[in-house]
């Protein structure tokens, strides 16, 4: 099985989506989780610092990418082990490619 590993900055709540001004990223990335992981082949995992801390500590790259850049180079996107995205959510067509399905849908 795939695997897409995006490290985020501490959130309020897992998927980030409460609050009085919620980032349409974050509910483009909640849907395009929750249509990935639908799927037998590939698996969308969203690592939340503020939630589970250990998981950045445990990942060489990830606790690199924080000792060099510190906290703004969050959210990252992780690919079968390898950096693709750094500072910044992946686009849905990036989403697309990593995953192999069509998530247009979920593109405003």
Excluded at 8 to 36: F, K, S, W, Y
Excluded at 65 to 71: Q, R, S, Y
Aim: aromatic fraction near 4%; include cysteine.
């Amino acid at each position: 099985m795939k695997k897409i590993e995006i490290f985020e900055p501490a959130m309020c709540c897992p998927t980030g989506i409460c609050g009085p001004a919620i980032d349409q990223n974050l509910i483009r990335m909640t849907a395009i989780q929750h249509d990935v992981n639908q799927s037998k082949d590939v698996r969308v995992v969203r690592r939340n610092l503020g939630e589970n801390p250990n998981a950045f500590v445990r990942n060489h790259q990830i606790s690199h990418l924080l000792e060099v850049a510190g906290i703004d180079c969050l959210p990252v996107t992780i690919v079968e082990n390898s950096v693709m995205n750094v500072g910044a959510y992946p686009t849905t067509a990036e989403m697309e490619l990593y995953t192999g399905m069509t998530l247009t849908k979920n593109e405003k």
